[in-house]
């Protein structure tokens, strides 16, 4: 049987940025090498240096995080004692007013005035009404109680009875607009001349295999480099070496 020579390709170190012969015996002889040691020794010192800082720094930021949670814990109490103080301030204000009635619901905590349709929480020291939909400042739900008030005023006002011909007529003309046909033009074809059938595969679809255990390798920046080292001098080599060939005449 005839042998021929094949090529095993180089293989790249990572510690020492260079390529060896990709056989056993050059890799064996290569991790032995004192150069190759020291590499490794150093990357190892570097990266536990490295680990060192990042907890260093993880600590640290984890002191400023509690140190930070303290001061708005501290001054969270501060503004509710204070809340609680004005709250309660309020509280005796509304009682001894003789203007508005505020009626107070156990169940819920709050006091409720008839008149303006407002909730008030002691607690908080905010309103509610359903107006609103939220609980707001003290101006803010006297300001919308107002405005209710006034736009009440003026639909009772310009607001006048439709005849009983006129609401029939309505009525009828909504009762026709719910059960007729939608508005506007129906499309029946699809938005899309070119595509026929749902799903239907490209014809420029081309089936090619792929390996089930294919990776794509990882290449770093030194290996990238000195691949194209390696092309670039051997392109240099070719073209020193065309005129021994004989196929170029010169």
Known sequence: MTEYWVSQGNKWCDFCKIFISNNPTSIRNHELGQRHKDNVAKKLDTMRKDNVAKEKQQKEAARALEQIEA???????KDVANLKEASSLRALDIEEDGQEKWDYDSTSGYYY???????????????????IGKWVTQEEAYAAVQISSSSKNKES?????????????????????????????????????????????????????????EKPKAVSVEEKAALKAR????????????????????
Request: glycine fraction near 6%.
């Open 113 to 131: 005035n008839q008149s303006n349709g407002l909730h008030y929480d002691p607690n908080s020291g905010f309103y509610y009404s359903d107006a």
């Open 71 to 77: 001061k708005a814990n501290r001054s969270y109490q």
């Open 157 to 213: 006002i310009f607001k006048k009875p439709l005849p009983a011909s006129a609401a029939s007529s309505v009525k009828e003309n909504k009762v026709a607009a719910q059960s007729g046909p939608p508005p506007g033009p129906v499309v029946s074809a699809s938005l899309n001349p070119r595509r026929s059938v749902k799903g239907a595969p490209s014809k420029f679809a081309v089936n090619k295999r792929k390996r089930p255990d």
């Open 231 to 250: 092309e670039a001098a051997r392109k240099r080599v070719e073209e020193r070496e065309k005129s021994l060939l004989g196929l170029y005449q010169h």
